[in-house]
């Protein structure tokens, strides 16, 4: 993913640095407000039926732990469980298409929901899980936007170590290449939230 | 040709289910609120995000 969204402005070459970094900043603010408009979304959703701060709640962290760890399960290859995903990309044309402004903000709101592209740990279904059975915009909003800027960050330190198409084919074949530690590192920090929910109630 | 690293073994991931395990406890005995721990998952799978492609 950060190797289409990085090159985002270098099509042009005379776009320059400082531009770019402008373009990756407003990527960084559209993922976060993309992540943080479905977890209200999800929150206010959830808020309709149950909340956290409810007689429930102890219940709810139970729930949430449980699946965690269910769900690390599946990232270590151990069992398998539902992961439903659109399996969709961003649209590449508004590289060239759209200015690179606009076309940053929009890949940033796509990618920083999360949803409507593919998903590619499990660990996003938990915090979408929490989000909603939180019922609390608040909590749904900064779980999301933490997701979304996390998911914006990596652009920054890869994009400047990589500057060249070369080094950027590189850097996608190192994501292919380590999916599998990936997965195993979001099985692990499955099992740790799972566990320290389960016994923190 | 398309080459990734081989999955790790079973023991291997088991290894690091207990592992993960292990340290939620530690978390939860040491206080850290369940806010935090859903906090750290968010940031790693938003990192995550970016071996999607």
Redo the contacts between chains.
Sequence with gaps: MVGTIAPVVDSDTSFGKFRWTISAGIYTLGSMVGGGLTGALLASLGGLTMGFFGPHRDLVLFIIGVLSIFYALHEMGIVSLPHPQMRKQVPARWRYRLHPYLASGLYGLILGAGFATFVPTTSYYILLLTATLSGSPITGVLLLSVYGAARALLLWPSSFTATTVDAWEKLANFVKLTKPVMRQVNGFGLALVGAGLMLGI | M???????T?QR??A??????????I??RLG????K?????????????????
């Design positions: 398309e080459y990734t690293l081989k999955a790790p079973l991931r088991i690091w289910l207990i592992a993960g395990l292990a340290v939620g406890y978390a939860q850290i609120p369940s806010a721990l859903l906090l750290l998952l968010a940031v790693l799978a938003g990192a995550s995000g970016n071996w999607s492609y």
